[in-house]
Each structure stands twice: as C-alpha cells, then as structure tokens.
C-alpha cells in the first residue's frame, strides 16, 4: 500500500502524501489502521537518518496542547516532523488534571521548551457539550475543568466578543475563548505562549493575539484569510 496520492493538488479533492486520509489512499480496508503502520515500513527509508538522529533524545522546541479530535492533527498544521513538538492531547484541550500537569512539568523543567502552544478548533463537541450542558459521565466530568472558560465567554471575554463579531458561531466563538483562559493557565511557567485556533473547513490556523484579544489569520498563503465564520 502506498500513502502517496499521484494526483496533482486538488484533482478530485484528494490530498496528496502526508495529508492523504486512510479513505482516500486504502480504500476499503479491513484494517486501516494496521495497513497503515504496513505502509509506514514501506515507506519510512528517508525518514530512518532522522529518527536514527533522535534515538538517544528528545530535544522538541516548544509543547503543542491541542483537542484529541480526530481532525486536528498538530504534525500537520505546523508542518512539523519528528522531534518537533512534544504534544498533548485530550478532550477539549484543557490544562487539566495530574497527566496535563505533568506534561507541562517535563515540557518545562527537563525538556526546556522556550514555548508553550495551545490550540483549539471549529466543530468541537467538547466545547459544544459544555456549552448545551449536554454532557454526562466522564465526559461531563472532565468538562467540569472547564467551567471557567464558560463563565468568561458569558461574562463577555474580549476573545468571545471579537469572534462572535467576526461572524463565528457560539460554539467557536466558546472554543476561541477557551483558548485564552487555557494559556492563562501556563502563565506561570514562564515560557512563551501562543494560542491557535483550526478552522477545519478553510483549513485555516488562526493565531491569537492577546492583547488585542482576538484571533488573526496571519497565514502566508495566496488564498487570504477565511471567510468569517465559514
């Protein structure tokens, strides 16, 4: 099996190589996720110097905090590659309970990352269950954590106001919002922070800017920034 996809970019809306889904280049696997490790092996020669490289450690340049959804892949949208980023993901990219902590503990204090990133995205149930105050068991559990985040966006946190005024939806302008309260969270490490926010469907990186209390699109592409609330 191979990853590559030989169409050029956009012919049949595929991807090509490392941004091929499993849909697009296995097509109906029993398997997919053991016919992937499959085509890993196959294909991963120019990829051994480096991890042959990084055998003997670690030394990424910043922690990447993101949602565990299966859309938000950070490797991808910061074009980063092994050893880059330490990463850490969970339900809601929340800066919560002892795994987090000591995720950022190690990031810190052995690892010494000058950065700390958190990164949020559009279409997050975990945002919109705290939100509706749908969820139950250990989901709502685990959102408890964020209960802050809720309290700010419905006290009119500048972050919620400007997405909500850039024509998002609540539940984006909520997940933005959770962004900022998350790095305020980190304050006191000490290290660098910086909030990002995935807008799935453009395929966009929004980046905060905290003292304006808004999120950017600061993006090189040709394409322009999103459309708002797209």
Do not use: K
Request: charged share 15%; with cysteine; aromatic share 6%.
């Amino acid at each position: 099996a191979s990853t590559e996809v030989t169409e050029p970019p956009g012919a049949g809306g595929r991807p090509r190589g490392r941004y091929a889904t499993w849909s697009q280049w296995q097509g109906a696997s029993a398997d997919p996720l053991l016919d992937g490790v499959a085509a890993f092996h196959e294909e991963s020669a120019p990829l051994r110097p480096t991890l042959r490289s990084l055998g003997a450690g670690q030394a990424p340049s910043g922690l990447i905090l993101t949602c565990a959804d299966s859309r938000v892949v950070p490797s991808v949208i910061t074009r980063s590659g092994p050893g880059d980023l330490f990463t850490v993901q969970n339900v809601g990219n929340l800066v919560a309970g002892t795994s987090v902590r000591a995720a950022v503990q190690y990031a810190t204090t052995v690892l010494e990352v000058p950065t700390l990133a958190v990164c949020g995205h559009s279409g997050c149930g975990a945002m919109r269950g705290l939100l509706d105050g749908t969820a139950e068991g250990a989901l709502g559990d685990w959102l408890r954590a964020a209960e802050p985040t809720l309290e700010a966006f419905r006290a009119g946190h500048p972050v919620g106001v400007a997405a909500l005024r850039d024509g998002f939806g609540e539940a984006e302008a909520l997940a933005m919002v959770n962004v900022a309260v998350q790095l305020d969270a980190l304050e006191h490490t000490g290290a660098g922070l910086v909030g990002l926010f995935f807008d799935i469907p453009t395929a966009r990186v929004l980046t905060l800017d905290r003292e304006a209390g808004e999120f950017r699109f600061t993006g090189l592409g040709s394409e322009g920034p999103p459309p708002a609330g797209a």
